[in-house]
């Protein structure tokens, strides 16, 4: 994309805020070509906000457990709202203290009086309320906000399903992560996106303890932009679920692991049917380790590598390309604790340098890790012939 049409877009961030519902859009918007500033108040760029997974359990409400750390990338005290072209706010709990900071609510109504696209999900929405923004306006948010969000005059949607959204004027709301794709895809139209190339059929193979983010920002990034993703695990059906695996980078030798959101499938591992699709995704995590002994996931990994269809594989996924034995004479990168699978299938090995890039050699699209995201999943369009402009 022509950087002068470069669109840039501030996440108003805290402590606590939701995992996915942070860097889901973070990295799917920065995919898309788009400058994302994420900001705290009372923090710097390079300092982090702890995050919250939350999670649906079949309990009376959400669950939560300690998530990601989120590196910011821009000063709070330096942002000038002229500079940008649309707000993000994310849900979670940090929207019940910023929602009391009077620079947050300001900034809140610079971009509301100037009509640019604002996106907040969940209980990001407190924050709009405070802000004095939602008066006559069509709005939805995680249920427990409903009041807020009448009291502040707003005209309240059901979020049914909950991953319904919704968008009035320069306004769209959102009442959950799993409304994500929807979410994402009417920000960007509002922000003057177009999308291009048909949509496509990719297939996820998935297993237990994979890791979080490694699943869900690709899945629903794809998903943003009209494709038919199909996510499988073998043994398993869909509406199953597997566990995920949150690794993170905390100052030790190696990445830390907490348990991470329960990833539900949406399609039968024994259906899967190479020619249906048009690409191949494998996260990475722990579950490669054991999906590479399925002989099954092997041959539907050899299946895609004879028709030369897009295979895209990220961390520790390149351990089942390697038992796949498709790695030989190919470019490639990987976790570098993988690095040993991949030179002793044969490959080249490509340092990833710094471990935010990506490489693609042919049909094959390598990463390292999650902060490689953007540049993984703008690859993987290219292969796919899908192109973005504004």
Partial sequence: ?????????????????????????????QAYGIKVDAVCPGKKAGDKCPTAVHDFLGHQTYSELRGHNFELTATFDDIDARMYDGLVIPGGRAPEYLALNE?????????????????????????????????EKMCTAYPAVKPA?????????????????????????????????????????ALGGEITGLAKHVLFLCGDYMEDYEIMVPFQALQSLGCNVKTVCPGKNAGDTCPTAIHDFEGDQTYSEKPGHNFMLNANFEDVKVEDFDALVIPGGRAPEYLALNDKVLSIVKLFEEKKKTIASICHGQQILAAANILKGKRCTAYPAVKLNVLLAGAEWLEPEPITKC????????????????????????????????
């Fill in 359 to 390: 490489f693609t050699d042919g049909n094959l699209v390598t990463a390292a890790a999650w902060p490689a995201h953007p540049e993984f999943i703008s690859h993987i369009m290219v292969s796919l012939g899908i192109s973005v402009s504004f």
């Fill in 1 to 29: 994309m022509d950087s002068a049409a470069q669109k840039h877009v501030l996440m108003i961030c805290g402590d606590y805020m939701e995992d996915y519902e942070a860097m889901v859009p973070f990295q799917t918007l």
């Fill in 103 to 135: 620079s947050v609510l300001r900034l809140v109504k610079k971009f509301s009086d100037s009509n640019k696209p604002i996106a907040s999900i969940c209980h990001g929405q407190l924050i709009l309320a405070a802000a004095g923004v939602l008066k």
């Fill in 149 to 189: 969000v009448v009291a502040a005059g707003g005209a309240w949607k059901e979020p049914e399903p909950i991953s319904a959204c919704f968008i009035d004027g320069n306004l769209i709301t959102g009442a959950a992560w799993p409304g994500h794709p929807e979410f994402i895809r009417l920000f960007f139209k």
